[in-house]
């Protein structure tokens, strides 16, 4: 049994919460937030045992094993180390942080400490990715990755009033590429690793952020697509081409209904089991990890989110995005 400390009183805490009771191995032990009010309220709400406003108190209880962060991306970091220097396991959502730097002060201390540190990307371990690097094969030499993840934000019609929420403060470190963009680069990284180059553009809001965009990335052979945006939908789905065939993924953020079509008009529709919510995966993956005591997680591993980071980092130095992180 691994008992969870959450931080967080957000709509993807409860996500993952709901998503991860469905784990015969997870408890919900402990709340922290800045108040006692919405800590008392959300633990009452899903039935955690203890509530802190004070991160290091929760990181060092002995009823907690492991902490899953889904504060705002620009306190990733600090808070992560807080709870690993105290021996405790962690579980940061996505984006890791704000930058390389953050990322690799993180990997410092949980190597340090010896506690287990993963980014919680679900797509890679769902079920459907795992489909998708087992028949990868079927469609020959590939010759081009697209990621596409376009999806109105629910909080742009806010911000179109004038009310600027988390979602596009730099100060958070969010945007679109942070946000949105890297779940088609997270999964580009897990399938092909590192590119040469990449190049990339973006159209930027005025509240210092980008509202969408797109990276191209260049591999020997292939190259990578990554569109993004809080600000449009698209509904067109992602694809990896390759010489025998193209694979179409309808949801690259909940890979699922994937399917081959051959160069000869053939389909085959790829056939797997996902018989749980999206973040069960995530998880269940870090649940088995800390339980094996293993350091890794195969796809969602340390060395793709620092690619992925690297990447991002990359774009964003090419499209003039800093946020205040990357300043201390």
Same mark, same amino acid.
């Given at each position: 049994?691994?008992?969870?400390?959450?931080?967080?009183?957000?709509?993807?805490?409860?996500?993952?919460?709901?998503?991860?009771?469905?784990?015969?191995?997870?408890?919900?032990?402990?709340?922290?937030?800045?108040?006692?009010?919405?800590?008392?309220?959300?633990?009452?709400?899903?039935?955690?045992?203890?509530?802190?406003?004070?991160?290091?108190?929760?990181?060092?209880?002995?009823?907690?094993?492991?902490?899953?962060?889904?504060?705002?991306?620009?306190?990733?970091?600090?808070?992560?180390?807080?709870?690993?220097?105290?021996?405790?396991?962690?579980?940061?959502?996505?984006?890791?942080?704000?930058?390389?730097?953050?990322?690799?002060?993180?990997?410092?201390?949980?190597?340090?400490?010896?506690?287990?540190?993963?980014?919680?990307?679900?797509?890679?371990?769902?079920?459907?990715?795992?489909?998708?690097?087992?028949?990868?094969?079927?469609?020959?030499?590939?010759?081009?990755?697209?990621?596409?993840?376009?999806?109105?934000?629910?909080?742009?019609?806010?911000?179109?009033?004038?009310?600027?929420?988390? +979602?596009?403060?730099?100060?958070?470190? %969010?945007?679109?590429?942070? *946000?949105? @963009?890297?779940? &088609?680069?997270?999964?580009? =990284? $897990?399938?092909?690793? +590192?590119?040469?180059?990449?190049?990339? %553009?973006?159209?930027?809001? *005025?509240? @210092?952020?980008? &509202?969408?965009?797109?990276? =191209? $990335?260049?591999?020997?052979?292939?190259?990578?697509?990554?569109?993004?945006?809080?600000?449009? *939908?698209?509904?067109?789905?992602?694809?990896?081409?390759?010489?025998?065939?193209?694979?179409?993924?309808?949801?690259?953020?909940?890979?699922?209904?994937?399917?081959?079509?051959?160069?000869?008009?053939?389909?085959?529709?790829?056939?797997?089991?996902?018989?749980?919510?999206?973040?069960?995966?995530?998880?269940?993956?870090?649940?088995?990890?800390?339980?094996?005591?293993?350091?890794?997680?195969?796809?969602?591993?340390?060395?793709?989110?620092?690619?992925?980071?690297?990447?991002?980092?990359?774009?964003?130095?090419?499209?003039?995005?800093?946020?205040?992180?990357?300043?201390?």
């Amino acid at each position: 049994m691994v008992r969870f400390g959450i931080i967080g009183t957000n709509t993807i805490t409860e996500k993952f919460i709901e998503a991860a009771k469905q784990h015969a191995h997870f408890t919900l032990q402990a709340v922290y937030s800045r108040t006692e009010e919405k800590a008392a309220n959300f633990a009452s709400k899903h039935g955690a045992l203890e509530t802190y406003t004070d991160l290091e108190k929760m990181a060092s209880s002995s009823n907690v094993d492991a902490v899953y962060i889904a504060s705002p991306n620009a306190f990733h970091a600090e808070q992560a180390k807080t709870i690993m220097r105290k021996g405790t396991h962690v579980l940061c959502e996505k984006p890791m942080a704000s930058n390389q730097q953050e990322i690799a002060s993180m990997i410092e201390v949980a190597k340090e400490e010896g506690v287990l540190l993963m980014e919680a990307v679900k797509s890679t371990l769902m079920p459907g990715f795992l489909s998708i690097q087992e028949h990868l094969h079927k469609i020959g030499e590939v010759r081009r990755f697209v990621g596409n993840f376009s999806k109105y934000s629910s909080r742009y019609d806010a911000y179109k009033r004038g009310e600027v929420l988390n +979602a596009f403060k730099p100060e958070l470190s %969010n945007g679109s590429l942070m *946000d949105l @963009g890297i779940y &088609g680069i997270y999964p580009m =990284v $897990a399938l092909f690793g +590192a590119p040469n180059h990449v190049q990339a %553009n973006a159209v930027f809001l *005025d509240s @210092g952020v980008d &509202g969408q965009g797109s990276v =191209v $990335a260049a591999y020997d052979g292939m190259e990578g697509v990554v569109v993004h945006s809080k600000i449009v *939908d698209s509904y067109a789905p992602s694809e990896i081409q390759g010489e025998k065939g193209t694979m179409l993924i309808p949801n690259i953020s909940e890979p699922k209904d994937i399917k081959i079509i051959y160069r000869d008009g053939s389909v085959e529709e790829l056939s797997f089991e996902d018989e749980f919510s999206p973040m069960y995966y995530e998880a269940a993956e870090f649940i088995s990890l800390v339980e094996k005591t293993k350091d890794r997680s195969d796809n969602n591993s340390l060395e793709h989110t620092l690619i992925t980071a690297k990447i991002m980092e990359e774009a964003r130095r090419q499209i003039g995005l800093v946020y205040p992180n990357d300043r201390s």
